[in-house]
């Protein structure tokens, strides 16, 4: 067996686990987790998001489908998630690209393209000048708009912008207006919480300042707003004032100030680390930027890398250092943005040196892998608990379809090379060639010439 195919094989191995866990009730729903105890009997409230929901399984099809024919269980998954985030966008009101209708849209274009228009069109008609009111609750209690990518008017605008079509200017419009009007000023730039009322800041990509940045250089450059990208600019410039460039990387803490959250103080992953704190250089590159704080957005970007590969990661060096293998926190976002990278390098020797990290991170998904004849899963760590041992997750962030994902990309990256496809998403498009892309609009596609 070729090193792809082992790679493929157990991505089919995690897929078809989590293929015997997709039940019925009023559509397709999948539990987070599998434990054992009975307590996955019934849909949660979050059934449908691509977070923890069935929506997390269109980007798994569409990677399938660069390279065999869906079965016909698959393709008739796809029609019911099709079938039940159509219905449910038309009344939801959570606006959010991980738990709400910018998952819906993301879903819908990569299963049934042109359907995505039903949830832009209730994003568009749920907005608010202060952007997108939500039930998350952060902090709990509240219905303040949020700005993060995760949960806020950051990814609503990159999925705007990713999906294109006749909402797509006003959302992402909104959406930036709205990030500006809450920004947060600082010696450096510009800063933003999750909410604006949060007093710490989780400044990476997935709740903080980088990613909020990120999407207004994309917003500013497919809307041609020289604001928006200049206000990317200066939320780079906050997020370097308070990272550190030692030792040739770059690396931000995961929480400011530390003691508002028990974890690690740096961590190397896509929602709090250099993973994908590296995404708000490539847009600012995608923007026309190409300087910031006296540094080249594309060195930066590398930094970020260059701290990755120096970290120890995937290796679990010390209790709560390297605990989920996942795409939020762990192994496999780690690799998907590393193949990204290396798409992005050309044939450089830094795009081998990418390539093999990420083939380190698939050895240790292939190692970690439990499985039985109903397929293959992973279980996470929590050394914060007794025993510390998780119950396997099946979903796109935390569990084995996201896994599954990865582990197949890597398997046709290492068949076809650097120019294989890519199945690209709202939250990374911008990071690898237009040429390699599959599903980003020429919406997305307008770079503005600009240097800062």
Request: proline share 6%; charged share 20%; hydrophobic share 40%.
């Amino acid at each position: 067996m070729t090193l792809s195919d082992a790679y493929r094989e157990l991505g089919e191995a995690a897929w078809s686990w989590v293929l015997g866990h997709v039940r019925e009730d009023e559509g397709p729903w999948l539990p987070e987790a599998v434990s054992g105890d009975g307590r996955d009997t019934a849909p949660a409230e979050d059934r449908d998001t691509l977070y923890a929901g069935i929506a997390g399984l269109a980007p798994v099809m569409a990677e399938i489908a660069q390279y065999r024919e869906l079965s016909g269980r698959e393709q008739a998954l796809a029609t019911g998630i099709v079938t039940r985030l159509s219905a449910e966008a038309r009344r939801r009101t959570e606006p959010s690209l991980y738990g709400g209708l910018a998952g819906d849209a993301m879903a819908l274009k990569l299963l049934a393209p042109g359907e995505e228009s039903i949830a832009l069109r209730r994003l568009a008609d749920v907005a608010t000048p202060e952007g997108w009111k939500t039930a998350v609750g952060f902090p709990p209690g509240s219905d303040e708009p949020l700005n993060d990518i995760i949960m806020g008017a950051a990814g609503v605008v990159l999925t705007a912008v990713w999906a294109g079509g006749e909402f797509a200017e006003g959302i992402a419009t909104t959406g930036c207006e709205a990030l500006l009007h809450v920004a947060d000023r600082t010696e450096a730039g510009l800063d933003w919480g999750i909410a604006p009322s949060t007093e710490w800041r989780a400044p990476n990509y997935s709740h903080g300042t980088a990613g909020v940045a990120a999407a207004l250089a994309v917003a500013g450059a497919a809307l041609r707003r020289d604001d928006f990208v200049a206000a990317a600019v200066e939320g780079a410039q906050h997020v370097l004032s308070v990272g550190s460039l030692e030792d040739g990387g770059f690396v931000v803490p995961h929480t400011i100030p530390p003691s508002k959250r028990e974890v690690e103080p740096v961590t190397y992953t896509w929602c709090h680390g250099p993973a994908g704190t590296g995404h708000l250089f490539a847009a600012l590159s995608h923007a026309g930027v190409e300087r910031v704080s006296g540094f080249e957005v594309g060195e930066l970007r590398h930094r970020c890398l260059t701290s990755i590969l120096a970290s120890g990661v995937p290796d679990r060096l010390r209790p709560g250092f390297w605990d989920n293998d996942g795409r939020c926190c762990g192994t496999a976002g780690v690799g998907d943005v590393l193949l990204d990278a290396a798409q992005d390098c050309g044939a450089t020797a830094r795009a081998e040196t990418l390539m093999q990290a990420a083939r380190r991170m698939g050895d240790a998904l292939v190692e970690r892998a439990i499985r039985d004849e109903a397929g293959a899963r992973w279980r996470f760590l929590e050394h914060r608990k007794d025993p510390p041992l998780l119950p396997p997750g099946t979903t796109w962030m935390q569990g084995a379809a996201g896994i599954a994902a990865y582990l197949l990309r890597l398997a046709r990256f290492i068949e076809t090379g650097p120019n294989a496809p890519v199945v690209d998403r709202p939250d990374q498009w911008w990071a690898v060639p237009a040429s390699l892309r599959r599903t980003a609009s020429a919406a997305g596609r307008r770079p503005v010439s600009r240097a800062s």
